[in-house]
Structure formats: structure tokens, C-alpha cells
């Protein structure tokens, strides 16, 4: 049989040991599966045991090894980190090899220069697994989607955060007990940081950003808040406002008329986010991930599906090199690069100040339960131009009583005085929480 696309893997976890079964096992695949073959690996321990069946003649300890072998065409990273993965992904690069990463930390922070380096040099650089998993939307997003105006990405895209407000919502559980149950089942890290605080989500929307509106921003400038601090009572409140609760990643372009300035502005932001039971992501529970598209002509586009595990992983990862050998099958090496293909930004864009960033927001606001306290906040928030969506006063008792405010959509200036004056009164008791719906 004719091989005719050698892959060099730097790493032989979780997803390296899933994209050495598929290219393993090629029945019943695309026929080009079976023209692709792993000529050599880099781990970092040669005694581990590994999820998938690999002749120790392969194995290295050092990835340049495999990067520098003449028989690798396509150099794959799935070792993670930061370095040395970034210095590696530019050594294949400046040895003029394709790259495929499912590494949304290095290319979240370092994807423009790794683009100009592969530009450069001639060769793709695909990042499919870096987010959602085994979920096409890199792709769809680069090409697919191609010949709309985006307005705006949501995603649900960590699925560790999703399993554990998806727990809390239907059982009314605890943040620790569930994190707890998430580590044990393999869905939460045992250093769960990068999923809970919001980190991991950044990364992505960063990415999802750049592809979405054709220019990178700063990925460390994202407004970025976990659900550490998210409070029970809030999700239980939601859910009797007809909300779901959910870890929100959206990139959105502000000033939707006017693309001809010289950066576009946009509102880029993670945070818990209310999200009406009528809407698509409000059914996206457990693990599962989604990203729901909204673009000029074609509306609202969900995408949906396993945003993790070996399996989906190394689907997405297979998928890029597939997408690579069939290029160098049809001949095109040495000529210009395919520009759906390439990873280029073709504008400028920045982050908008928070004030201009229009939302519907969530308030609970502890007072005294006392007559005409929701009629004083309700007069301060129409003084500063905030119209209600609605009001509602819970768990009245003698020690107070607890209200709740959405807003329609607004800009947080206005949001922000009308709390300054509200919590100016001798009534209320302070600001218990707040949040942004969709
Ligand atoms: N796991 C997922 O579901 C998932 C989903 C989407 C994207 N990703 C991304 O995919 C990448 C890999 O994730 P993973 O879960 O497969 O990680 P993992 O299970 O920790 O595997 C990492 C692999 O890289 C090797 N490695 C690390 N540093 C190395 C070094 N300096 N030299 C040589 N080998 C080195 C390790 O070797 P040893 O085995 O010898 O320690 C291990 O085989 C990450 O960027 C991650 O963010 C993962």
C-alpha cells in the first residue's frame, strides 16, 4: 500500500493515543486514512503505559527527533503547554511542515505569530481540536461560513463547567460536591483552575474571535469571570425566572453597521450568563459543548457535540491531517496556499470599553422588607434610562427580603449608577449578585 503522508506525533496522551487508533485502524474510514502513517513519537516517559499500541522503535523522549525526521510531512502537537510547545510548532514550521495542534493555549496567545511563520514557510498550520472537541467549527467558521457577516459567537465550550451547572440546576447539588464528582469521573482536572475560572473558555473565544470577525485580539484583555463564585440561590432563582445558567464564551461585533473603520470594535467576554429555557444552549447539558453562530444571510447556525475525550479529540485532529494529505495528493506544494485553508486575519480588530458593551443584566438585591422598597428601586433604575423586564421579590422575613431585577438590554453605565444611587438608600441592604443574559 502506498503511504503517502508520514505524521510525526510530539505527545502520546489523552488525544495522541486517540489519533494513533484512528490512523491504526483505517476500515471503514476515508480511503486516505490508510495513506497516512505514524513514523515517530515523542512522550516525555518511555515507561508509561499508553492508551494505544505503538512500536517502541518509534518512541523518543525528544521531540526534535520528530520534527527533524525526513519521513514526517505533518508535525502533530498534543504534549499542551505553552513551551516548549510554541518553539516546536515554529522548528516544523521552519523545516517546512504542515502543523496540526489541538493546543488552544499556545494558539489562543501566540496564533498570529505562528500564522506569519506559516505563511511565511508555505505550509498550514489547523487547529480543529482546539476547540469543542470533536465539534467542526474551525473549519465551518474559516470556510463553510465564509460568505457571511457574523454578528456574533456563543459557546458553551467547556465542558467540565457545563457538567457541574448542569448538576447544580437539575439536583439542586452542591459547586464542591459536584467538582468533586467531576474529578473522579475524569471530567474535571484534579487543578481544576483553567476550566472553573473561566480560563480555558477565554482561550477558545479568543480563537473562535479571531476566525469569526478576521482579527486577533488580545487574548489576556477578555473580561473573564469562572463560576467559583457563582451562588446557588441564583440558579434557583433563574430557573424560576424561566433561566438556565450557563458558562458563557461570546464574541460579538458592536456597530453593526459601520465595517468600514480602520479596527473593528468588538465585546468579547466569559461569565456565568443567564440563558432563556427557550434557547438552543439552554438544553446543552453534562459534558456536551455547543457554539451557536449568528451571521447575515444564514441566521442562527448551532453547532453541538462532544467537546473532549480521546475519541471525538483525535477525530478533529484526523480530520486536519486528512485535510493536509489531500492537498499535497492533489500536488499544490510549492504553490500559494489555499486561503480557505491558511490561518490569515485580514482585518484589525480591538475590545470595546465594558460601558459601551449593551446587555440585559441580573440583579439580586438584598433589602429590608419594608412597603415601597421595589417601587424606590424600580423609579432609580427608569431615572437612569433602565427599563425593567421584570421585578420580583423573594423570601420575605423579617430579616429582609431579597429582589430581583432584569433588565432589558442596556449599557452597563447605566446599570452601574442606577446601583450606585440604589444602594444609597438606608432600605437596601447591598448588591448580592450580578449577572448578564441573553
Ligand atoms: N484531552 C482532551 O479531551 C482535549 C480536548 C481538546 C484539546 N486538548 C488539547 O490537546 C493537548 C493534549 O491534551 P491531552 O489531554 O492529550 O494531554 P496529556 O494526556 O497530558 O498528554 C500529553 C502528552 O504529551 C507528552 N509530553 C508533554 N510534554 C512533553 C515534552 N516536553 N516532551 C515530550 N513529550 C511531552 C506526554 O508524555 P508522557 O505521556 O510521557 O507524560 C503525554 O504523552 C492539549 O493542548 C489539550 O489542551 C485536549
Given at each position: 500500500m502506498v503511504k503517502s503522508i508520514g505524521v510525526g506525533l510530539l505527545g502520546l496522551g489523552t488525544v495522541g493515543a486517540g489519533v494513533s487508533n484512528i490512523i491504526q485502524t483505517?476500515?471503514?474510514?476515508?480511503?486516505?486514512v490508510s495513506e497516512i502513517e505514524l513514523v515517530r513519537v515523542a512522550v516525555r516517559d518511555l515507561q508509561r503505559k499508553r492508551g494505544a499500541t505503538i512500536s517502541?522503535?518509534?518512541?523518543?523522549?525528544?521531540?526534535i527527533d520528530v520534527i527533524d525526521d525526513?519521513?514526517?510531512d505533518v508535525v502533530v502537537e498534543?504534549?499542551?503547554?505553552?513551551e516548549p510547545a510554541r518553539s516546536l510548532i515554529l522548528r516544523a514550521i521552519q523545516k517546512g511542515k504542515s502543523v496540526v495542534t489541538a493546543n488552544k493555549a499556545v494558539i489562543a496567545r501566540h496564533g498570529e505569530e505562528i500564522a506569519a511563520a506559516a505563511a511565511e514557510a508555505g505550509v498550514y498550520v489547523l487547529i480543529e481540536?482546539?476547540?469543542?472537541?470533536?465539534?467542526?467549527?474551525i473549519e465551518p467558521l474559516k470556510q463553510?461560513?465564509?460568505?457571511n457577516r457574523i454578528q456574533k459567537v456563543s459557546g458553551i465550550i467547556n465542558g467540565t463547567t457545563n457538567y457541574i451547572l448542569s448538576r447544580i440546576e437539575k439536583e439542586g447539588a452542591a459547586y464542591r460536591e459536584v467538582l468533586k464528582e467531576a474529578q473522579d469521573l475524569g471530567?474535571?482536572?484534579?487543578?481544576p483552575a483553567a476550566d472553573v475560572e473561566g480560563l480555558d473558555a477565554a482561550d477558545k473565544i479568543a480563537i473562535l474571535s479571531g476566525l469569526a470577525f478576521g482579527g486577533l485580539i488580545n487574548r489576556e484583555s477578555i473580561p473573564t469571570q469562572g463560576i467559583?463564585?457563582?451562588n446557588i440561590r441564583d440558579v434557583e432563582y433563574a430557573k424560576k425566572l424561566g433561566y438556565g445558567v450557563k458558562l458563557l464564551a461570546v464574541t460579538e461585533r458592536i456597530?453593526?453597521?459601520?465595517?468600514?473603520?480602520?479596527s473593528l470594535p468588538l465585546a468579547v467576554w466569559v461569565q456565568p450568563t443567564l440563558v432563556p429555557?427557550?434557547?438552543?444552549?439552554?438544553?446543552?447539558?453534562?459534558v456536551n459543548n455547543a457554539i451557536f453562530v449568528e451571521g447575515d444571510p444564514i441566521g442562527e447556525v448551532m453547532f453541538y457535540g462532544p467537546g473532549a475525550g480521546a475519541g471525538p479529540t483525535a477525530s478533529a485532529v484526523v480530520a486536519d491531517i486528512l485535510n493536509i494529505a489531500g492537498i499535497s495528493k492533489v500536488g499544490s506544494?510549492?504553490?500559494?496556499?489555499d486561503p480557505l485553508l491558511e490561518a490569515s486575519s485580514w482585518r484589525k480588530c480591538h475590545l470595546v470599553e465594558p460601558q459601551r458593551i449593551i446587555q440585559k443584566h441580573y440583579l439580586r438585591i438584598k433589602v429590608e422588607?419594608?412597603?415601597?422598597v421595589i417601587g424606590q428601586i424600580g423609579s432609580i433604575f427608569g431615572q437612569n434610562g433602565v427599563s425593567i423586564q421584570s421585578i420580583v421579590q423573594f423570601d420575605a422575613s423579617e430579616a429582609g427580603a431579597e429582589i430581583v431585577v432584569i433588565t432589558h438590554a442596556v449599557a452597563q453605565g447605566q446599570v452601574k449608577a442606577s446601583l450606585d444611587a440604589i444602594q444609597a438608600f438606608k432600605t437596601v441592604k447591598g448588591l448580592s449578585a450580578q449577572m448578564v443574559c441573553i
Open positions: 483505517p476500515e471503514g474510514r476515508h480511503p486516505l517502541p522503535k518509534l518512541l523518543t523522549v525528544n521531540p525526513p519521513s514526517v498534543v504534549m499542551g503547554g505553552i481540536a482546539a476547540v469543542g472537541g470533536g465539534i467542526p467549527i463553510s461560513l465564509g460568505g471530567y474535571a482536572e484534579s487543578d467559583t463564585n457563582l456597530d453593526k453597521s459601520n465595517d468600514s473603520q480602520s429555557k427557550e434557547h438552543p444552549l439552554a438544553e446543552v447539558n453534562g506544494k510549492n504553490k500559494s496556499l422588607d419594608s412597603p415601597g
